[in-house]
Structures are given as structure tokens and as C-alpha cells.
């Protein structure tokens, strides 16, 4: 079962930047960024595709952008001018190649507060 692992979340300013990295242990098929705040249900951030092809939240374009480097199974999520609204734990999700099955990062705090 491939495992992914995040790291990057933390503290930052209203304004600030900060990025956040996923890292697979096998191979994956389409990558994602999902967010969930306290109170809310967890929604899709951002979205990568086998085909290259890009998907962004309607409150996150512009400000945000989902990467990946594939020779590491590695995506990130750089995240830029940042506002208490962004505040959430942010979770990596990947599909799988065959199965199509998805699997779950175990989270990362991302707060934005002056």
C-alpha cells in the first residue's frame, strides 16, 4: 500500500507564504491538496492530474499552486498571500494507478494569524 507523508504546515502571517510537500512511496496516478477548517466538512484545494491538467478551489486561484516532481513521487502546494480564512489541516491525497483507489497524507496545521 503506498503511503504518503507531509511536511511544510506551521504558523505564518496574514500575507505570508509557506509550501507544503507530499512525498509517496510508490508510484500515483493523480495528486490532490484537500483542507478541512474547524467546523467545516474538508474540501478539494487542488487538484493534479495523470494529464498535467490543473483544478483549483474558487477561493485559492491566483494565491495558489499544486506541483509535483514525479522522478521523487513528490507534489507540493505553494501557497501564497495567506489569510485567517486558509487556516485548516491541509491533506495530501493521491489516486493510484489500476486500482484507482485513494489514499490519505496524515495531515499538516496550516494557521494563519498575525
Known amino acids: 500500500q503506498v503511503q504518503l507523508v507531509e511536511s511544510g504546515g506551521g504558523l505564518v502571517q496574514p500575507g505570508g507564504s509557506l509550501k507544503l510537500s507530499c512525498a509517496a512511496s510508490?508510484?500515483?496516478?493523480?495528486m490532490a491538496w484537500y483542507r478541512q477548517a474547524p467546523g467545516k466538512q474538508r474540501e478539494l484545494v487542488a487538484l493534479l492530474t495523470y494529464g498535467g491538467r490543473t483544478n483549483y478551489a474558487d477561493s485559492v486561484k491566483g494565491r495558489f499552486r499544486i506541483s509535483t516532481d514525479n522522478a521523487k513521487n513528490t507534489w507540493y502546494l505553494e501557497m501564497t498571500w495567506l489569510n485567517p480564512d486558509d487556516t485548516a489541516i491541509y491533506y495530501c491525497n493521491a489516486v493510484l494507478p489500476g486500482t484507482l483507489s485513494q489514499v490519505w497524507g496524515q495531515g499538516t496545521q496550516v494557521t494563519v494569524s498575525s
Open positions: 510508490g508510484n500515483v496516478y493523480a
